[in-house]
């Protein structure tokens, strides 16, 4: 056997003894919102919408009497490097309403996001330079029933899937190193679907709305899978692991027929992953929509996060929509600013600009 081999077959021992997660665990998160719920400060839950969708009530949906999808891109500015001058991953949403007040309902969302640089110690010999990137997504597949003109509830199922890559390059410390210098390995953490189910109920009156909506654990199968790229080993190693239930509650008021005012909660229980802890918390907002006439309508609104992933946030929206032809297509616009303090307590903040596009069934003449 020769040197070059034995010093191979070396550091892959060296290296296989523990696989170290990312910091942040899954990465940073964002809520599951459209862009019209952006706009308003995260209000969704009591109000309803016959064009968007959002995970936090899909019941909110149940209003559809049309058919159509709904395509949003959101882009950021961030202190957060896994978001800085990035696209999220597309939000997709398609309505299929059927007799009987019944409306299918399809949607994939972005949710979180990793890229992280760090130098650690494997051996009193070698430095790992790690970097990770990926993140995960959601799905919803389910249906809303209109049992009359102000009640509709939901049911479905809400899945969360995708992968965390690790790029490992282990240096030698000594003064001589021995050839080669160094070794690059890859560690990829894949998160196999993990279903929960999603129960929500809206109730829509002229001038008063109310919406709950609950989320149960979804758990699933992570798969560490181990490549040391310089031999042909490889190593799986399984796990499960569970996301926590989510529960969001909200209502809204006409005070006048032209103003829609919204209050909404959003509540979510400690999550542990890759060795990774998420405290617990909730995220309140306020928002407000104003039909300016002509199918255009502005708004605003404020939202504060207390716990989870950016404890102390606070968050400051404002945005727009336009409708076509009769409602029959349109556009949404929201921008976001928001400010936090991270656990250093340093000032970090991000600008979030956000854009939807929806079409119905009726564009198509029908």
Known sequence: MTFFTCFVLALSG???????????????????????????GGVYSGVPDSTGFSMLNPAASGWRLHGGICFGVRYSESDVKAWDNQLGFPTIAAFVPLPGGIVLTGAIDDRSRVDTLLQEAVSDNYTGEFSWSGGLVETYAGLSVRTSDWLVFSIGGRGSFGNILSDITLIYSDSVPPTPINSVYRDEARFRMAWGG??????????FGLGFAISTDRKGTLDINRDFQTTAEADTQSTLYSLPGEISAGISF????????????????????????????????????????????ARSGFSYMDGLWRDGAKTFTAGAGYGFGGYRAGIDFAAGYQYWRDIQDQFREETVLFVSLWITEKWLGR
């Open 14 to 40: 060296i290296y296989s003894v523990d696989y170290l997660p990312p910091p942040d665990g899954i990465g940073s998160e964002i809520l599951p919102l459209n862009s019209r719920s952006l706009g308003m």
């Open 254 to 297: 006409r005070p006048i027929d032209r103003l829609l005012v919204g209050v909404d909660i959003y509540s979510r229980k400690v999550m542990n992953i890759l060795s990774s802890r998420t405290d617990p918390g909730s995220v309140y907002s306020v928002g407000a929509e104003v039909d300016a006439g002509n199918g255009i309508s």
């Open 198 to 207: 999603v129960f929500g109920i809206q109730v829509i009156t002229d001038h």
